[in-house]
């Protein structure tokens, strides 16, 4: 029995309906689909992005390699130490360009000589001023007192060859202001000052003006 016309164009339209939401969620399926692929694949780019400069960076410090910085790379002095070498500088350069026209050779020297190797160089650096400068100071009661701070380190080495150990030689500031006759003047210098261990401790072997003179803990130095 065959259906009314009628009938048979609603069913085909209903058929053409069906058809039709079918391609759209299809198309809409696929669209969304693919946004999603190209989401997931921009955040995967982006994280092995971030993960290998994390990884280069890793590599750098587990490289194996001596260059300064590295951290498989032993320091030749540990920043405690270089800390103390440093106290040890700026107070013994501080002291030298501390004094007053009481001051004695006696009770003035021993304290400072303390702090270096006392070998023969360094008790005659030791020393306070003489001869006419001594004079006018004790005439003008005068009074001198001294700072001194590390500004940079110059040569951090361990002398393996003449096993003179490890020295730190660095550039320290040394500044001195004298009242003299109710005026005061203050003066500034740059020293290299360097410091060797010595039985555990950290003593200055020898300090030049900087940029002028032999550096180091003697006249061997640099051979």
């Not at 070498?85 to 107070?91: D, F, G, L, Y």
């Amino acid at each position: 029995m065959e259906l009314p016309a009628e009938n048979k164009r609603t069913a085909l339209l209903a058929l053409a309906v069906l058809g039709a939401l079918l391609a759209v969620a299809l198309t809409v399926f696929i669209v969304f689909d693919g946004d999603d692929e190209d989401a997931s694949g921009g955040n995967a780019a982006s994280t092995a992005t971030a993960d290998g400069k994390a990884g280069s960076g890793g590599a750098d410090a587990d490289s194996g390699s001596n260059e300064p910085g590295d951290a498989d790379a032993t320091p030749i002095v540990a920043l405690t130490e270089v800390a103390e070498a440093h106290e040890v500088m700026a107070k013994y350069m501080a002291g030298i360009n501390t004094y007053d026209y009481k001051s004695s050779a006696v009770t003035w020297v021993p304290p400072l000589l303390e702090l270096t190797t006392g070998d023969t160089r360094m008790k005659q650096t030791t020393v306070l001023p003489s001869g006419k400068t001594w004079a006018t100071c004790e005439a003008e009661q005068c009074e001198s007192k001294g700072t001194a701070v590390v500004v940079r380190d110059a040569v951090i080495s361990d002398d393996l060859v003449r096993d003179s150990g490890r020295t730190i030689s660095s550039l320290v500031k040394a500044t001195s202001t004298v009242t003299a006759g109710g005026q005061s003047t203050t003066e500034s210098n740059e020293w290299l000052v360097t410091v060797q261990e010595d039985g555990g401790k950290w003593v200055v072997s020898g300090f030049d003006i900087f940029g002028l003179g032999d550096v180091g803990s003697s006249d061997e130095s640099g051979e």
